[in-house]
């Protein structure tokens, strides 16, 4: 599952993230923010339009990112 399929308000834990192209800036920031393999993760809110952008938690810091951002981030429910 990728984070942009996660319902809000369920905690799940990063897989990886994905590159979509070989040298991907994208995903090499995702990790440099802190979307490494263990870390919890959820969804706090939705756009209104497209469910776009996402508010994404990690740890207790929030981002905002793009649908097409959050694919590149594997994820499992957490236990």
């Known amino acids: ?3 942009s399929e996660l319902p809000p308000f369920t905690s799940a834990i990063v897989d990886q993230v994905t ?3 070989s040298d991907d800036p994208i995903a090499k920031r995702l990790r440099e923010l802190g979307f490494v393999s263990g870390e919890p993760v959820r969804i706090v809110a939705r756009g ?6 996402l508010l994404v938690q990690i740890g207790f810091t929030r981002f905002a990112l793009r649908r ?7 994820i499992h429910l957490e236990q």
């Open 1 to 3: 599952m990728n984070l």
């Open 19 to 21: 590159n979509i192209e």
């Open 48 to 53: 209104p339009i497209g469910a776009d952008p």
């Open 68 to 74: 097409s951002e959050a694919q590149r981030v594997s």
